[in-house]
């Protein structure tokens, strides 16, 4: 099929690389003109893992193409996917005017019927609004479009991999044609007809659910499913506090819980909490949201409140550990909100980096991939890409991102490096045992 992607960010890119791999033909455009033309000469503005290739592969084939002018793309597919920012006004709310945006060019520059199919996270009745929009900015008020909703659920860093082997793919429609589209464009991952560049020939062979409901059910499915994630995030971190307390094992505690199948291993990882671009804005979207209609989601009010402090617990271990922190050099690890991306959108790291830079410390900071974006905005940070040169001569060292390299770190040939063996690591990377084994003063989130 004939597909247009608008907007070209983390959620535009993997859509429209990906279903250019799955075989259909898409075209991409984006309000930066700029973005477009590095796409157009092959490079990939976003790191994530196997895009490159796939981009490169889909290039050569035909299937992809990018276009700075949004007529040109609308007028190219059948289908339009919209993948434009949502981002959180200062009320917490969600600022849905490029989506509005995107409506009236759609209107004004389509010159057949389209489905339009809104794939940013937006808060429920959006997709009425945009069938409203489309119509009242159509010549005569009448509109020839037909609206639906496909909330993503990709993670980054593993987003290439999520969009070829999804749980679930969930299409929000009006009308069963409609739903008949979603579902030919989703036909080759339904049937797994695709080359995946993720698993080469192992993939998993498990058939994703494929959902029809409302545009509204849609719409909620997805910011229920991010806010029940973070809640899931708080809820550890606050187990975790109780564990320092009382002197129990956070993950001794929640790997037992995770075998619980009603309850699930994952998302249960204590430490310096969520961060990105997905959660701290869904989370904020969903509580204002609800509001809006009159129901108080206090539960949420409490995993966005657990979350932030965070950031003091884990500074409140920094201080007790160094006592006096101004003057003193700490080699951070990592300022990715997590790992495998680039992204630094609200990372705990960056948080922390600026709190411990107030205080007068001089900080050193490492990542694999996140380093040139934060340079522009933490020119006081001395930067290393080698994680030992970053250690060299630190008073402490602060573990901020899951990294594996991180993980895998020879700490023994790190320690000599050091002024002084203190970590404090934000992620319960190690075992606390086998670094004072290595002769580590070692502090991390709900392990004694
Ligand atoms: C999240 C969801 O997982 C995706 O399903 C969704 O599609 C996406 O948001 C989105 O709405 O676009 P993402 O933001 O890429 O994906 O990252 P996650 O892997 O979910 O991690 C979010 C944050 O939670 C990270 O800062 C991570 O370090 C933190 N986290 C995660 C924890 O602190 N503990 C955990 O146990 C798990």
Redesign the pocket.
């Known amino acids: 099929m004939r597909l247009s992607v608008i907007g070209c960010g983390y959620?535009g890119l993997v859509t429209g690389a990906c279903f250019a791999a799955a075989g259909h033909e898409v075209t991409c455009t984006d309000i930066d003109a700029e973005r477009i033309r590095r796409l157009q000469a092959g490079e990939v503005p976003i790191y994530e893992q196997h895009l490159e290739e796939i981009l490169s592969s889909a290039r050569k084939d035909g299937r992809i193409s990018y276009s700075a002018d949004a007529g040109e793309a609308i007028r190219a597919g059948d289908a339009i996917f919209i993948c434009v920012g949502t981002p959180p006004k200062e009320s917490g709310e969600a600022d849905l005017s490029a989506i509005d945006q995107v409506a009236r060019q759609i209107a004004e520059q389509a010159r057949s019927p389209k489905l339009v199919i809104e794939k940013s996270?937006v808060p429920a009745r959006t997709g009425l609004e945009l069938r409203r929009a489309l119509a009242a900015y159509s010549s005569g008020g009448k509109s020839a479009f037909r609206v639906a909703s496909n909330p993503?659920?990709?993670?980054?860093?593993t987003a290439v991999g999520d969009f070829f082997h999804p749980d679930r793919i969930v299409v929000g429609v009006e009308e069963e044609s409609a739903a008949a589209d979603l579902r030919e464009i989703y036909r080759p991952i339904l049937e797994h007809k695709f080359h995946c560049p993720v698993h080469q020939g192992s993939c998993p062979t498990s058939q994703p659910a494929f959902l029809v409901t409302t545009i509204n059910s849609a719409e909620l499915i997805?910011h229920a499913?991010?806010s029940f994630?973070a809640l899931?995030?708080s809820y550890?971190n606050v187990i975790s506090d109780l564990c320092e307390r009382i002197g129990a094992d956070v993950k001794e505690v929640t790997h037992a819980m995770g075998l619980d199948p009603r309850i699930g291993g994952?998302?249960?990882?204590?430490?310096?909490?969520?961060?990105?671009?997905?959660?701290p804005k869904?989370v904020q979207a969903f509580i204002h949201l609800a509001a809006s209609v009159g129901v108080d989601f206090d539960l949420l009010k409490a995993t966005e409140r657990v979350n932030k402090q965070r950031i003091d617990r884990f500074l409140e271990k920094v201080h007790k550990a160094l006592w006096v922190v101004k003057g003193k050099h700490v080699a951070v690890l990592g300022l990715a909100?997590?790992a495998n991306?680039d992204d630094i959108r609200f990372a705990?790291a960056l948080e922390v980096v600026k709190r411990l830079l107030e205080e007068g410390a001089m900080v050193h900071a490492t990542d694999p991939e996140a380093i040139s974006r934060t340079k522009a905005l933490l020119p006081k940070v001395t930067y290393h890409e080698d994680p030992y040169e970053a250690l060299r001569g630190a008073d402490a060292a602060l573990i901020c991102t899951?990294w594996d390299v991180f993980r895998h770190l020879d700490w023994k040939r790190a320690k000599p490096l050091m002024a002084r063996s203190l970590v404090v690591d934000g992620r319960n990377l190690y075992s606390p045992k086998h670094m004072r084994e290595l002769g580590f003063e070692y502090h991390s989130f709900g392990r004694a």
């Not at 993503?152 to 860093?157: A, D, M, P, T, V």
């Not at 994952?266 to 959660?279: E, K, T, V, Y």
């Open positions: 959620v996270t993503e659920f990709l993670r980054e860093g997805k499913s991010n994630l899931k995030i550890a994952q998302f249960l990882s204590a430490g310096l909490g969520f961060g990105g671009f997905c959660f869904d909100f997590k991306t705990p899951e």
